[in-house]
């Protein structure tokens, strides 16, 4: 057999052994398959700028038969929904902060009379400008609307005239709603993949055995093990915070206080996440797979770049057990709006119980795989 022959059959080997390692492996099995799956499914259902789900709220001042005539054209869309009626424009601030409504209508108590007299008649539309996207979009489609109520009423096209006011982002400027969801995201990343690589590179290099034998006792060795990763988080979160508030100028409204908080609570969350991932994986290759694995969905599921109102109600669901969901949420609200430590409260509720399911459960595997 000549040299070439040689080196090409021991090529040829080389590749069978190293496929047949991969695919006899179950654990390798799922890795090919899985996130294929998981990752394509997620992204044609959320990866969507489309709107085909938006409550509404208005205020009916003017009580008529072409308000309510008006309103029905939004209503036969089968798009948009009315989630409230309200009586003054004094209850708008509650439904888009609590985002029961992502668009408000406010219809003025002369609008019939400027039609009939053949004048313009404004409608109002507030939006909800913590994601800039999604209020454009909203606001298009109710112009359309109108554009079609005037031609089926007298074929004008300049009677009913929407003004669109856009709230805690009144320049619709998506940076302004996409650069702080970024404090969490990034933060996030770096979190999950040193945790996950705290105990994996320990145990690869045979010195995890070690330090079970000092004094130490496991709760020690998971705070010890947890506690870098947060301080390596915030110091990203803060660098990230920096480059928001210095370079683009995008001024926080809330209490830096409160951010720090979220960002820590939910940094706690993320490391329970990745520790337990890393008393699961065998090799420090193992813990980036799986940590990839869990990044796309925990992003893509968070609102991050989509609404979650646009997703199927399965996944909506699904969202509730992503901590990144509620940290985006809040710092959105904190940033943008002002929201005080009693209005983003509920979000640390989620985070918490993560954690408190994660880090224990995080101490029991490194007990039981080691013991």
Sequence with gaps: MSSLSLTLYHIYALIIKELLATLKDPKSRVILIVPVLVQGLLFGYTATYNLEHVPYAVVDEDHSHESAEFLSHLDGTGIFERVATLSSPQQISQVIDNQQAMLVLTIPSDFSKNLHAGKTAPVQTITDGRNPSTAGLAAGYVSSIATAYNQKRSGQQSLVEIRSRIWYNPNNITRHMFLPSLIPMLALTQ????????????????????????????????IGKAV?????????????????????????????????????????????????????????????????LFLLPMILLSGLATPIRNMPPVLQYITYINPMRFAIEAIRRIYLEGAGLSTVAPAYIPMLALAAVTLPLAAWLFRHKLS
């Excluded at 690589?197 to 000092?214: H, I, P």
């Excluded at 390596?232 to 683009?248: D, R």
Aim: glycine share 6%; net charge neutral.
């Design 228 to 292: 870098p990763p947060i301080l390596i988080g915030l110091v990203q979160a803060s660098l990230m915070l920096c480059l928001v508030l210095f370079w683009f100028k995008i001024h926080l409204v809330g209490s830096l206080a409160v951010l720090y908080l979220t960002i820590s609570i939910f940094l706690v969350s993320c490391v329970g996440l990745g520790l337990s991932i890393s008393a699961v994986a065998k090799n420090m290759q193992q813990v980036m797979v799986y940590c990839f």
């Design 191 to 222: 979190v999950l993949i040193l945790a996950g690589l705290s105990v994996a590179r320990e145990r690869e290099n045979g010195t995890f055995d070690q330090l079970l034998v000092t004094p130490l006792t496991p709760l020690e060795i998971l």
